[in-house]
């Protein structure tokens, strides 16, 4: 749901000028209600299938509710005011922060820098590169979890390399630790959408008039210079689609962490999607579930929305 | 232009939004009727299955492999009984079938048997929907108030307010198998370090103790998931069986602490401060710490019975043990049948599937989960297999629970939210992060606020 709302957002900045058209003419009219006609079906289905849930989820977000008995509570804005009063819940809003450093932060940076090391060096090779770091974007992200699950076991390759590179003193369990099991998940993360935002730079890098990069050189900039001056903003709708994107994703965390963690030790790595599974279909309190939900997608869309705004400002 | 159509556009949504929010806020969720939950018990109750005429009873359970086993064979053994009705089974995963059962009972084309969860989160709230049937008809027709004891019988049973749970009406059934929570142990292990079986807690302290001593670790043990098994196990050794069943069924009266649950966690804390749980356990999960237990990695390691899935050669490398209460009198454990067995609200013949469960029951279905290598239920006295050590020790453990009525419910049924209470809260204590006391505070707030929900 959350996801929807985020990428409706971007296609909606995406087209927000679009050719002027002349709307007043028969002619023009006709067309639009033949458009209408058309797209009606299609409209049909997103109003049964996205609209009509999220507006039951924001009623259900109001009540106490098993999911099946007949009879729920109306709540009011409890299950809201949870995110404030039940410490595990307001812990989660944390949990993404740190989320966010690693699955947004972190590989944007990483991202930049690549895109402008691999662009101006042009070295052979390049698109092997460009496909090794887009590879995690491929697979499914059971199997990323289940890989690295493995490699941060007390015995895993994590352990073993730091073992063999003589800095016991730094091994422990990962997954099990209090303190680095939520930023060990967040380096999966890293790992992930580095490569997609490296991608998207890259292919942004080369839609850049290659006059710019002339005249800055000619003006006398440095590598450095360059960077900032003409990469990073002739970057900026790039930039727009990957803070989005991970943001949300960060945002959105479950898998890694139901399939690693499931929210542990203690609750040190639950998340806003993994309290939102728990209160939906383990313990249940579908009230609950639907309040974590509507706050997520809401989180997702203010987001995504003053991204676009940001970016378009000129 | 465009702008102003943009702001009809937003008028009309914002209008329809509205709209929709007020016809919404008219009916609560979960509303569709009546808002009374009477249950529905059938009122004309027959044994009588060969009258039915032809009839086709749709199963849907989750039990695979062994178990798949054996309820194919329950199924074809009354279907020869009674050749005028045909049982379609349906398998699916547990999780999923657990999580989707509330709407396949509603389903006109949906099951009339169903394998359901015990504790409130299933049964309770099948039944308060009236998806189920209250079984106390056929509870009298068949006499299961005799038949099952009284520990086993009360995990199937609501009072028709629900407001309680192990007491009140039938809801669901159990059948002729258990699942029950104890101590395996490596039998090699054991001799070469020259050690006897231990029959007490102190013994196996003791044995620990020596395992240890030797190299060995003592206990199998993950804490990546939380594993419960053996603050469960060693709370029915502390506890007795109606202080725990009376904890779990929401006596207010009885506390955590009466449960004897500081005790078992204490003793947890005791066995990893010595170094007894399997190294690295925090980052170990049950899977990985089993799958290196039946490799001859660990003397000791407390589990549900079916979990570790010995088969052949195994079933004489490993046993199983059930501990006595410490106080010496008698044994308790966590056990329960491996489902309840529900009969669909909707169902057009109640008769023939109460016949069906009346069937699992039977001593002809305990015995035919023996032979498929199964903990049997609710009959003793049954052919026991020559070989297989550790299946020998399961029934016997099983036949001195019946003996003992030493059945105690898992603990998850407490509360909806009890099992990540606890394993929260195992993870912490273990991590040096809170005190057994800690726990066990935290255990009695989740279940006080559970019941406060439920009186409200």
């Not at chain 2, 407001?163 to 039938?170: F, K, R």
């Not at chain 2, 912490?428 to 066990?440: I, S």
Request: aromatic share 10%; hydrophobic share 45%.
């Amino acid at each position: 749901m959350s996801n929807a709302a985020a990428t409706a957002a971007l296609a909606d900045g995406a087209t927000a000028h679009p050719s002027a058209r002349a709307g007043g003419s028969p002619a023009a009219r006709r067309r639009r209600r033949i458009g209408l006609l058309l797209a009606a079906p299609g409209l049909a289905v997103y109003a049964v299938v996205v609209l009509w849930p999220l507006v039951q989820s924001i009623q259900y977000s109001f009540y106490s509710w098993n999911g099946t008995s007949a009879s729920s509570t109306w709540v009011g804005l409890r299950n809201y005011l949870n995110f404030f009063t039940d410490p595990v819940l307001s812990a989660t809003l944390g949990h993404v922060l740190v989320l966010l450093i690693f699955f947004s932060a972190i590989p944007i940076a990483l991202g930049l820098l690549a895109a402008a090391v691999i662009t101006r060096s042009r070295s052979r090779g390049g698109a092997v590169f460009r496909w090794i770091y887009f590879l995690p974007q491929v697979l499914t992200s059971v199997v990323i979890a289940l890989v690295f699950k493995r490699m941060y076991a007390p015995e895993g390759p994590v352990n073993e390399t730091l073992r063999a590179l003589g800095l016991d003193a730094l091994t422990r369990n990962w997954l099990g630790d209090f303190t680095w099991a939520l930023p060990a998940l967040g380096l999966i993360g890293t790992w992930i959408t580095f490569g997609f935002c490296m991608v998207l730079f890259i292919s942004g890098v080369s839609a850049i008039s290659p006059e710019l990069y002339e005249a800055a050189r000619v003006d006398g900039a440095g590598p450095v210079r360059e960077f900032f001056s003409v990469t990073v903003p002739g970057l900026r709708g790039q930039l727009a689609v990957a803070i989005t994107l991970t943001v949300t994703a960060a945002l959105r965390t479950f898998d890694l962490v139901w399939i690693t963690t499931r929210g542990g030790p203690g609750t040190a790595t639950q998340t806003p999607a993994i309290a939102l599974y728990k209160a939906a279909f383990v313990n249940p309190d579908v009230g609950q579930a639907a309040a974590i939900g509507v706050v997520m997608a809401v989180l997702c869309l203010v987001i995504a929305v003053v991204v676009t705004r940001i970016s378009e400002r000129e | 232009m465009k702008a102003q159509k943009n702001r009809s556009i937003h008028r009309v949504g914002t209008v329809a939004c509205a709209a929709l929010v007020l016809g919404l806020a008219a009916c609560a969720p979960g509303g569709g009727g009546s808002g009374a939950t009477t249950s529905t018990a059938p009122s004309d109750v027959s044994t009588d299955v060969a009258a039915a005429g032809d009839v086709t009873l749709k199963l849907s359970d989750f039990w695979k492999s062994a178990e798949g086993e054996w309820i194919d064979n329950r199924i074809a053994a009354f279907e020869d009984l009674y050749p005028n009705v045909t049982i379609k089974r349906t398998q699916e995963e547990w999780t999923q079938l657990v999580s989707t059962l509330n709407l396949q009972l509603q389903d006109a084309s949906g099951p009339d048997i169903a394998s359901a969860n015990n504790g409130w989160q299933s049964l309770g709230t099948l039944a308060e929907a009236n998806l189920v049937l209250n079984l106390d008809p056929y509870a009298e027709l068949y006499g299961w108030n005799e038949s099952v004891p009284n520990t086993i019988a009360r995990q199937n049973q609501f009072t028709t307010d629900f407001s309680a749970i192990g007491e009140g009406s039938w809801f669901a059934t159990p059948v002729a198998r258990a699942t029950l929570t104890g101590l395996y142990y490596n039998v090699e292990k054991l001799e070469a370090l020259g050690l006897d079986v231990p029959t007490t807690l102190p013994e196996l302290e003791t044995a620990a103790a020596a395992a240890a001593a030797a190299g060995e670790v003592p206990f199998s043990y993950s804490g990546l998931d939380g594993n419960t098994a053996m603050l469960f196990s060693l709370q029915a050794v502390f506890g007795t069986a109606t202080d725990i069943n009376d904890f779990i069924y929401g006596d207010p009266e009885v506390t955590a602490a009466q449960s004897k649950l500081t005790e078992a966690a204490a003793t947890m804390v005791t066995w990893a401060d010595n170094g007894w749980l399997s190294p690295d356990f925090e980052g170990l999960d049950s899977q990985t710490t089993l799958a290196s237990f039946l490799d001859g990695d660990g003397v000791f390691r407390f589990d549900y019975t079916g979990t570790l899935g010995l088969t052949g050669d195994q079933l004489d490398e490993f046993g199983y043990i059930q501990l006595p209460q410490e106080s010496g009198s008698g044994t308790v454990g966590v056990g329960a049948a491996p489902a309840a067995m529900v009969i669909a609200s909707k169902t057009e013949h109640p008769d023939v599937a109460a016949a069906f469960l009346d069937f699992l029951m039977s001593e002809e279905s305990a015995q035919a989960a023996i032979d498929l290598g199964m903990v049997p239920m609710l009959h003793n006295d049954l052919d026991t297999p020559s070989t297989g050590r550790s299946l020998n020790e399961e029934i016997a453990a099983a036949a001195s629970l019946n003996a003992d009525d030493g059945y105690v419910p898992y603990f998850d049924w407490s509360s909806p939210t009890m099992l990540d209470t606890v394993s929260q809260n195992l993870q912490l204590m273990l991590a040096g992060r809170v005190a057994p006391e800690d726990l066990t505070a935290a255990v009695d707030a989740d279940r006080d606020a559970f019941l406060a929900q439920l009186g409200s």
